[in-house]
């Protein structure tokens, strides 16, 4: 079974930067590809940035430049790096194990970020 728990969020300023940590428990995290995922309201989640299992990494256009993702197999947890934070970024980020490259159902409890103008 995988668990997944993110932590990090908060508020924030225009401009300034977080970090949000995904730690997950169980054994098929260092075989798949992890994703981050975003909330905002009234929009549907949309998927932020993926790394795969050797580091390499995807990125929405609008995060593009000022998040970074990135893992460490050995302590189980994935990162993502915010910088440059936009209003528009506000939202509860989630974590998820990607199976076949989808998001699977394995999904943490979300952590929120709000940035203020």
């Known amino acids: 079974q995988v668990q997944l728990v993110e932590s990090g969020g908060g508020l924030v300023q225009a401009g300034g930067s977080l970090r949000l940590s995904c730690a997950a428990s169980?054994?098929?995290?260092?075989?798949?590809?992890m994703g981050w995922y975003r909330q905002t309201p009234g929009k549907q989640r949309e998927l932020v940035a993926t790394i795969d299992t050797s580091g390499v990494t995807n990125y929405a256009d609008s995060v593009k430049c000022r998040f970074t993702i990135s893992r460490d197999n050995a302590k189980k947890t994935m990162y993502l790096q915010l910088n440059s934070l936009k209003p528009e970024d506000t939202g509860v980020y989630y974590c998820?194990?990607?199976?076949?490259?989808?998001?699977?159902?394995?999904w943490g409890q979300g952590t929120q970020v709000t940035v203020s103008s």
């Open positions: 169980g054994n098929i995290f260092s075989i798949n590809p």
């Open positions: 998820n194990l990607l199976i076949g490259w989808l998001a699977s159902k394995y």
